[in-house]
């Protein structure tokens, strides 16, 4: 067991005591305990293994011949998911396409290059209302049957959904679509370990237990921390990033991985951190970006803009390829600068550039650090980043598990059809 690390030295409030940390550790241990959301035991009492076994019979059908596939879900619905994709899935896998908006032109031009007789469709939304989701299903089904007929239509069809509960679940029951269970206590944003991510995992070849096991890891870890009353570092972090904000007025969390694979996951923590930690006029604002790329964007403002940012690193320490520049062209001193190393290289030259920068101009920064990018490591990663989050949500008194502002805006669209429809009548 290889653990992620978190280095915290050049942020600006000192590091937490064992009672600083106590009342939001114990509120939130006690909340986990009594299945205030599913999250944190989850990679303990994960119930995929089982899952896979229910509907094995019915995947193996849909399985052999897909090229394609498309995740039909949007926020909690989709960005964990292709966090775990965009991260790991081998060039061999199938092509992914995550649908996680309803811009008409978008998905026409993904339909046009699509083969409907190798392609499966995941819809997913815990609700089973969520318009974009089921509209976006509705087109794709119409699509499918115009090509494949209806009954063929429906065994290009999965389906994850609340257990009980939505359309979508009465959907699965009368076309007989097989269909994961999201457990009804867990929030879409903390879902990316539960069927959410792990069906596009499996259909990507990508190692599902190991993801599990890396986050079962890090829990384990967590635990132990605590029984020996030490702070594990996902609260420490919390505790400081909310001291920097509620002290020091940085309300900015800025998250910036060395990494283009891992450039979905900074997507995921905007989600993760706005939805969860945005309420009762208290928030920290994530801005997502991407190392080294964002070096020419970001980090101009990062060093003398407002000193209202902490920045998050994350670093992969050991990429799995030793890219060699060895210039052969004609002798220009910008060319001859970069030959005889390697793209790996430059790569921590730029990170530890940046870090730097920010170093050398008192701008509070973290650093996690992965070994290297694999399953187990990103198991790790998600987890890390979903404790985070809760936890720094109990430091703020806030419930990071609800989103009411993302419910009303629902309900408004909803409204807003039904009177477009009834317009469309009269
Ligand atoms: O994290 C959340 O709870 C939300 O972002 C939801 O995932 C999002 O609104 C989609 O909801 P549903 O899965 O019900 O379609």
Redesign the pocket.
């Known amino acids: 067991m290889s653990l992620i690390r978190v280095e915290t030295d050049q942020l600006l409030v000192e590091q937490t005591s064992y009672d600083k940390a106590q009342p939001a550790l114990q509120k939130f241990i006690a909340d986990m305990d009594a299945d205030r959301s599913s999250f944190f035991h989850l990679p303990a009492r994960s119930s995929w293994a089982q899952e896979i076994e229910r509907l094995q019979p019915s995947l193996a059908q849909r399985m052999p011949e897909v090229d394609t596939f498309i995740h039909l879900?949007?926020?909690?619905?989709s960005l964990g998911a292709e966090t775990i994709i965009r991260a790991l899935a081998p060039v061999k896998a199938p092509t992914f396409h995550f649908l996680d908006n309803i811009d008409p032109d978008h998905l026409w031009d993904v339909l046009e290059q699509t083969a409907p007789a190798r392609t499966l469709v995941y819809a997913?939304?815990?609700?089973?209302?969520?318009m974009e989701?089921l509209s976006q299903l509705i087109f794709i089904y119409q699509w499918l049957e115009k090509h494949l007929g209806a009954e063929t239509a429906k065994k290009h069809l999965v389906f994850c959904t609340d257990p009980d509960k939505g359309a979508l679940r009465q959907l699965a029951g009368q076309w007989n679509v097989p269909t994961f269970d999201i457990p009804t206590n867990l929030?879409?944003?903390?879902s990316a370990l539960g069927p959410v991510g792990l069906f596009p995992a499996l259909v990507a070849g990508i190692d599902c237990k190991g993801l599990l096991r890396g986050a079962y890891e890090y829990r384990e870890n967590f635990l132990k921390q605590i029984s020996e009353k030490q702070v594990p570092a996902a609260v420490d972090l919390a505790y400081r990033l909310v001291q920097h904000y509620l002290r020091h007025d940085r309300n900015i969390t800025v998250l910036m991985p060395y990494s283009q694979k891992l450039k979905c996951l900074s997507s995921w923590f905007t989600?993760l951190w706005a939805?969860s930690l945005g309420k009762g006029e208290k928030g920290m604002t994530p801005i997502p970006a991407t190392g080294a790329t964002d070096q020419h964007s970001i980090l101009q403002l990062l060093r003398d803009g407002p000193h209202d940012k902490v920045v998050g690193f994350v670093e992969i320490m050991g990429f799995q390829h030793l890219l060699e520049l060895k210039w052969q062209g004609p002798r220009l001193d910008a060319f001859e600068a970069v030959s005889g190393i390697t793209l790996n290289q430059l790569m921590d030259a730029e990170f530890n550039a940046t870090r730097q920068v920010l170093t050398n101009n008192k701008r509070p920064y973290f650093t996690v650090s992965l070994p290297r990018l694999n399953a187990n490591t990103l198991g790790q990663l998600l987890y890390f980043f979903e404790v985070l989050t809760a936890v720094a949500g109990y430091c703020l008194e806030i419930d990071p598990f609800d989103?009411p502002g993302?419910e009303e805006g629902?309900k408004l669209t909803q409204e807003r059809i039904r009177a477009c429809k009834k317009n469309q009548v009269t």
């Open positions: 879900g949007i926020g909690g619905s997913v939304t815990k609700s089973g209302t969520t989701t929030g879409g944003r903390f989600q939805e989103q993302v629902k």
